[in-house]
């Protein structure tokens, strides 16, 4: 007899239901069996109405991000036989929007992330070749660069969940991300979106983002230096 795997996973749909529930699904585990392929499995195979989101087949990774046994994982890259048989319980990201079932609201994530301007800003006339980076330059963005903005920093953040205004860490690991890019010369142009109460100011060093990031990025330290980058401007002006 094959090994099976017990999930218990949390389904609501705002149009049709008055309250979540969970729904309780056993199905054959094989070894290298993930989290991602058994949803796939009760969707094919077992129950068609089951709504999750995922982007890894499509080569753009984070769309799996979830709140899986009270950690933040993502599906795609955590394995059923880690859990040593026990019941695997899936929940969507925590305080965000449910849509339905394990897939949530990312407009407002990702409002503001696109409110940093995430891309690089040069004021100088395009070369005839690629502007150069040294190895040490690139290496400073090795980190920051990781980030594949699946917004489990951003349900982590107790700030977030006090100030829907706050622009959440992952919108300001990205904006330290450029403003450190050698290339970039839009430091300016973010600040004013980034030195306020709404912004780097909000961030307590809770350190809860850099526990749920599933890339290991120290979110709270590329924060701290964008604080430090705002205040320097400060003082050159005073």
Same mark, same amino acid.
């Given at each position: 007899?094959?090994?099976?795997?017990?999930?218990?996973?949390?389904?609501?749909?705002?149009?049709?239901?008055?309250?979540?529930?969970?729904?309780? @699904?056993?199905?054959?585990? /094989?070894?290298?069996?993930?989290? $991602?392929?058994?949803?796939?499995?009760? %969707? +094919? *195979?077992?129950?068609?109405?089951?709504?999750?989101?995922?982007?890894?087949?499509?080569?753009?990774?984070?769309?799996?991000?979830?709140?899986?046994?009270?950690?933040?994982?993502?599906?795609?890259?955590?394995?059923?036989?880690?859990?040593?048989?026990?019941?695997?319980?899936?929940?969507?990201?925590?305080?965000?929007?449910?849509?339905?079932?394990?897939?949530?609201?990312?407009?407002? @994530?990702?409002?503001?992330? /696109?409110?940093?301007?995430?891309? $690089?800003?040069?004021?100088?006339?395009? %070369? +005839? *070749?690629?502007?150069?980076?040294?190895?040490?330059?690139?290496?400073?963005?090795?980190?920051?660069?990781?980030?594949?903005?699946?917004?489990?920093?951003?349900?982590?953040?107790?700030?977030?969940?006090?100030?829907?205004?706050?622009?959440?860490?992952?919108?300001?690991?990205?904006?330290?991300?450029?403003?450190?890019?050698?290339?970039?010369?839009?430091?300016?142009?973010?600040?004013?979106?980034?030195?306020?109460?709404?912004?780097?100011?909000?961030?307590?060093?809770?350190?809860?983002?850099?526990?749920?990031?599933?890339?290991?990025?120290?979110?709270?330290?590329?924060?701290?230096?964008?604080?430090?980058?705002?205040?320097?401007?400060?003082?050159?002006?005073?």
């Amino acid at each position: 007899m094959a090994d099976t795997i017990r999930l218990k996973i949390f389904r609501f749909d705002p149009e049709t239901d008055r309250k979540p529930r969970y729904d309780v @699904f056993e199905i054959p585990c /094989q070894p290298g069996l993930t989290v $991602l392929e058994a949803l796939f499995y009760i %969707l +094919e *195979k077992v129950d068609p109405s089951i709504a999750f989101r995922y982007s890894c087949r499509g080569a753009i990774c984070g769309s799996c991000a979830m709140y899986i046994n009270g950690s933040y994982r993502l599906a795609c890259g955590t394995q059923c036989s880690a859990f040593k048989g026990k019941e695997i319980v899936i929940n969507p990201l925590p305080h965000l929007q449910v849509i339905k079932d394990l897939v949530v609201d990312m407009e407002p @994530f990702f409002a503001k992330y /696109q409110s940093i301007r995430p891309y $690089l800003i040069n004021h100088h006339e395009p %070369l +005839e *070749k690629e502007r150069l980076q040294s190895p040490e330059e690139r290496k400073r963005l090795d980190e920051m660069i990781d980030c594949i903005l699946c917004a489990a920093c951003y349900s982590s953040c107790p700030s977030v969940w006090m100030d829907p205004k706050y622009k959440g860490p992952a919108a300001l690991l990205k904006a330290t991300r450029f403003d450190e890019d050698s290339r970039d010369e839009g430091t300016n142009e973010r600040m004013p979106v980034l030195d306020n109460e709404d912004g780097l100011w909000r961030c307590h060093t809770i350190f809860n983002c850099v526990d749920a990031c599933p890339k290991k990025i120290n979110v709270t330290e590329a924060i701290q230096t964008s604080k430090r980058t705002a205040l320097r401007k400060k003082l050159r002006l005073t």
